[in-house]
């Protein structure tokens, strides 16, 4: 069974900077994209960031030149690098896979969450 296992959050100073992990158990997995959600009280679940296989990033409009996301091919692990943090950004992070598989005439694909990790920015 696959699973995501997070850490890296906790309670930030505004404009300090967290690191967030996600780590595959299972490394025979063929990944296609790694994603960070996010969801705040009393708001909806939120696309932070996305990378590709082939090394493609996206970013939500209100993390650009803020947060970067990156994939470690060996560790088998995915992180989400969070500067200049601030009080909105207070929220359970989540990580998100897609994988996939080839079979005859295509490719059949399978998602999974994590746990979620907790990043609170306050005074």
């Known amino acids: 069974q696959v699973q995501l296992v997070e850490s890296g959050g906790g309670l930030v100073q505004p404009g300090g900077s967290l690191r967030l992990s996600c780590t595959v158990s299972k490394s025979s997995v063929n990944i296609y994209e790694m994603a960070w959600y996010r969801r705040a009280p009393g708001r909806q679940r939120e696309l932070v960031a996305s990378?590709?296989?082939?090394?493609?990033?996206t970013y939500a409009d209100f993390v650009k030149g803020r947060f970067t996301i990156s994939r470690d091919n060996i560790e088998n692990t995915a992180y989400l690098q969070m500067n200049s943090l601030e009080p909105d950004d207070t929220a359970v992070y989540y990580c998100?896979?897609?994988?996939?598989?080839?079979?005859?005439?295509?490719?059949?694909?399978?998602?999974?969450w994590g746990q979620g990790t907790q990043v609170t920015v306050s005074s």
């Open positions: 998100h896979m897609k994988s996939f598989k080839v079979v005859a005439g295509g490719t059949t694909s399978n998602m999974y």
């Open positions: 990378i590709t296989n082939p090394n493609r990033s």
